[in-house]
């Protein structure tokens, strides 16, 4: 990434366009019409709540970061996107019980505007729906052809100037990205073409919106933007790619946690993390192939953190397990339990036992706001490829082929403010802060 000599101005409408419209997405999109209003805070996002310190700690200077980076303002969204289901938002919303009645109704008449269009399905990727609200075609290039359209009818209708896509659908069966069809963007066209069975539905989608110019945004485990083929798509679009899967409950949990033991040098000799939720996530990821891609996803946080390969003593003989059970009557509402066994001096062992009531969507919702608002602004800037420094927002960031991902929440987090600061030509903060005992 080079560091930008101008950023495009946030002018006209943003166009947020949600692949797979449930849950999250309308949660999402029903709190910005709120906080728009002023009937609700956007809790949870940096974008809209978070400040940024600039310069020294004596200077006194953290604006918000809304006012530092020229961000589209909640006013200026405009929201659409593909569902496999022909419900609009409100009923989506209704339906999906994450917002209450009076929170559905507060802005029901705009997202009862909001009506999902057919999906790309072909089932063998989510065995545990059956799509209705699908389109047809021979080919899986003619599938990515009518999203395009979809994607310029959209744009035109809505009176956008620029969109960005944030993959909110459900979580597909886990595809290695081996395939020769991964390879290059010349073998995916042809995959296209030949209804390869290693192309998946969000594939698709990816593949028709960074080619008209839409950065596309990875919230789920699948293998959508993270292989060859696809960076050179982006590479050749000048466009903006991140994933994968949103950094929420367990594993946010986990990459706060982690980080703070490995710093006290406490030892860790096994993780155990369990959930129960009744979405209707919790029901595609009942079906074990859904469930490995969200297995490798959540998996491969504390291996990293830990780096048991330079830390033998303390993390050499980690367990860690991770299992997801749906359990209907919770709804949206899950609960994970953690339970770490830990060790300290001389090797006296310790537990910690974590119980998290959480909302999924709640806190899925301002991840997926600033997303779309920091992918954008990346395209503005003239950043293309894999944007890492959204690693933060990620249960497993993307990063270069040579390099292994972060983490640690609190790394996660300076990287991101650093990169804000570099963008807009400010200074770094290191935290070596020695200059103030000069
Ligand atoms: N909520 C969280 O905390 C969280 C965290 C990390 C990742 N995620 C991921 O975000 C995604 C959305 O979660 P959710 O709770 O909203 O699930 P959901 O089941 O409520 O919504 C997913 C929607 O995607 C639709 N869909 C499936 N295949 C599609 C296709 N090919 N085209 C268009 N639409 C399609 C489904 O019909 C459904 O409406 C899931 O993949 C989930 O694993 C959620």
């Known amino acids: 990434m080079k560091q930008p000599v101008s950023i495009q101005k946030p002018e006209g409408k943003l166009g947020i366009l949600l692949p797979g419209m449930g849950a999250v997405a309308t949660t999402f999109v029903a709190g910005c019409l709120m906080a728009r209003k002023g009937l609700g805070d956007p809790v949870g996002s940096l974008t809209q709540m978070g400040t940024i310190r600039l310069g020294k700690r004596t200077d006194g200077k953290s604006p918000a970061i809304k006012d530092f980076v020229p961000l589209y303002g909640l006013d200026q969204l405009a929201f659409g996107g593909w569902d496999i289901f022909p419900e609009n938002a409100y009923d989506t919303a209704r339906h999906a019980e994450v917002l209450s009645k009076d929170h559905c109704d507060s802005v029901k008449d705009e997202l009862s505007a909001i009506q999902a269009m057919p999906g790309v399905f072909y089932p063998e990727y989510v065995k545990r729906l059956n799509g209705t609200h699908i389109k047809k075609g021979k080919t899986k290039r003619e599938m990515a052809e009518q999203v395009e359209a979809d994607i310029k009818t959209f744009m035109k209708t809505n009176g956008c100037s620029r969109a960005v896509a944030v993959w909110c659908g459900s979580t597909e069966i886990y595809i290695e990205p081996t395939h020769a069809v991964h390879q290059s963007l010349a073998a995916f066209e042809k995959g296209l073409d030949d209804n390869d069975p290693m192309i998946s539905n969000s594939q698709i989608y990816a593949y028709a919106c960074l080619r008209q110019g839409v950065p596309y945004a990875n919230g789920a485990p699948n293998l959508t933007v993270d292989f060859p083929a696809m960076w ?47 979405n209707r ?112 927002y990620y249960k497993s960031p993307m990063h270069a082929p040579n390099l292994y991902p972060e983490h640690d929440l609190f790394i996660q987090s300076m990287k991101l403010k650093n990169t804000l600061r570099w963008m807009m030509g400010q200074e770094l903060i290191t935290h070596l802060g020695n200059e103030y005992y000069d």
Request: include cysteine; charged fraction near 25%; proline fraction near 5%.
């Open 281 to 392: 996530d919790g029901e595609v990821l009942d079906d074990p192939e859904s469930f490995k891609s969200k297995e490798v996803s959540k998996l491969g946080v504390l291996e990293h953190i830990l780096q048991p390969e330079i830390n033998k003593a303390l993390y050499g003989n980690l367990y860690h397990k991770v299992r997801i059970e749906y359990y209907p009557p919770r709804g949206d509402a899950k609960e994970g339990w953690d339970n770490l066994d830990i060790f300290g001096w001389l090797g006296y062992p310790m537990q910690i036992k974590v119980d998290f009531l959480c909302r999924d969507s709640i806190l899925a919702a301002p991840i997926v706001l600033d997303l779309a608002l920091f992918m954008d602004l990346a395209a503005r800037a003239g950043f293309h490829g894999t944007q890492e420094w959204l690693s933060f």
């Open 232 to 278: 050179e798509l982006a590479r050749e679009r000048q466009m903006p790619i991140s994933g994968k899967d949103f950094k929420t409950g367990q594993t946010l949990m986990k990459t706060i946690l982690a980080p703070g033991l490995k710093a006290r040098l406490l030892g860790l000799r096994g993780w155990f993390s369990t959930n129960i939720l009744g």
